[in-house]
């Protein structure tokens, strides 16, 4: 059992309070609404969301921290988080009564793994693929998730007696981002030499993205099996922007115990192929990863790859819903493209909050033009991928007070 000191216990379960209580205010069943209708398709103001990422080490500093064991500082900071989107940050996230406790896991590698090369500090690196050629396939493994259940049970406990009388304690665990591939592809193979095997290696190529989609299938037929997948119809980040709120999952036939694919949504992208035309990308990707988009009840697609040449492909996939459009794909032409039949997912460029002093006015523009061009689309501003907010917390808070307003003039 984890020993956590009664100095640390005192300082979360005051944390947990204050949670629950942003939790029970009136405005976060408002929010909680508004994406349910907006995941709906029905008509909505554009919904607002800020997840700073990295930035988020400029916002909690260590010298707020104030407790001593490592799971308490754990639990401390994701507290802290949360309080700063329901008091501060101003976007539409809903603050939720809920403390989630994942499960404790390991997962093998494909029998061989990439040599990173530099990344100090949270640098960048590049890296040393293993896959040196095809032949080499046979020593290539499924992965193999292993779930320590008892080390689980000795963090829910704890977990349990700290904060179950404030906040709702759940067994929740996310196995995967997303299951598009080819970022696996390109640790195992290498991204460059993927572009030159569309020429010169096509069929060591698709038994390569054939091995990987059967991994991916495989790890849901495991989960699915180990009765180890949660709903994420709820407050869960879905996608690579939103959140899954939606009366539509699970399916009717749900029995309110196991959970399948095909009561949750489901995720694919691949950034790592921006660079090929739309005709490699549905031949070397997409039919891949088309039998796991099968698996789900809804779909979102994309992420920080433009969506405009390649949409023609994509929009194939079954029960789509959410569709990124990133800051570098054509706004005007995804809104005539995706029109009010899918959530528009915009990405604005996070750059525009990476500096000490951000350029409200410019800001503004920009997302006065976008709000303009995408009326009467299904509209989520999704301010995300960042690795700086310039060392200044109200950075996104300024922004997100532009973005409600500006989707607040319609």
């Not at 960048?124 to 290539?140: H, I, N, Q, R, V």
Request: contains cysteine; hydrophobic residues 35%.
């Amino acid at each position: 059992m984890v020993d956590i000191g009664k100095k640390d216990v005192d300082t979360l379960r005051r944390l947990a309070k204050q949670v629950a209580e942003l939790a029970a205010r009136p405005v976060q069943q408002r929010k909680r609404d508004l994406w349910y209708a907006h995941n709906a398709l029905q008509p909505t103001r554009p919904v607002i969301f800020c997840d700073p990422e990295n930035g988020w080490k400029e916002i909690i500093t260590q010298d707020q921290m104030q407790c001593e064991n490592d799971m308490a500082r754990g639990w401390e900071w994701h507290l802290r988080r949360e309080l700063f989107w329901g008091e501060s940050m101003g976007d539409d996230r809903v603050i939720e009564p809920f403390l989630n406790v994942p499960y404790v896991s390991t997962e093998t590698d494909w029998g061989m793994r990439e040599t990173r090369i530099g990344g100090e500090c949270g640098g960048a690196y590049t890296w040393d693929s293993p896959l040196k050629s095809y032949e080499d396939m046979g020593k290539l493994r499924f992965p193999e998730i292993t779930v320590d259940y008892e080390a689980t049970q000795s963090i829910l406990a704890p977990a349990n007696d700290i904060f179950g009388d404030i906040l709702k304690v759940r067994l929740k665990a996310g196995w995967w981002w997303s299951l598009g591939m080819t970022w696996d592809l390109a640790k195992l193979r290498g991204l460059e030499q993927i572009m030159i095997d569309m020429y010169d290696e096509p069929e060591g190529l698709h038994r390569l993205m054939a091995f990987l989609r059967d991994c991916a299938l495989r790890k849901l037929d495991f989960l699915e099996e180990n009765n180890l997948l949660s709903l994420n119809n709820d407050g869960t980040y879905v996608g690579s922007g939103g959140f899954g709120y939606t009366d539509e999952l699970p399916r009717s036939d749900f029995d309110g115990k196991r959970v399948h694919p095909r009561d949750m949504w489901g995720f694919c992208e691949s950034q790592e192929t921006v660079g090929i035309s739309a005709w490699m990308f549905e031949e070397f990707v997409f039919q891949y990863q088309l039998p796991i988009l099968e698996r789900f009840g809804l779909n979102c697609y994309g992420c920080c790859e433009p969506l405009d040449k390649r949409w023609h492909v994509v929009k194939k996939v079954p029960r789509l819903r959410r569709v990124s459009v990133s800051a570098w794909a054509d706004v005007s032409d995804m809104a005539e493209k995706l029109g009010d039949r899918y959530i528009f997912s915009w990405k604005p460029n996070p750059a525009d909050i990476a500096l000490p002093q951000i350029d409200k006015d410019r800001i503004r523009k920009d997302m006065r033009r976008a709000v303009e061009i995408t009326r009467g689309r299904r509209v989520e501003v999704i301010m995300k991928d960042n690795h700086t907010i310039g060392g200044n917390p109200q950075n996104v808070i300024d922004w997100c007070r532009i973005a409600r307003e500006e989707a607040e003039r319609l």
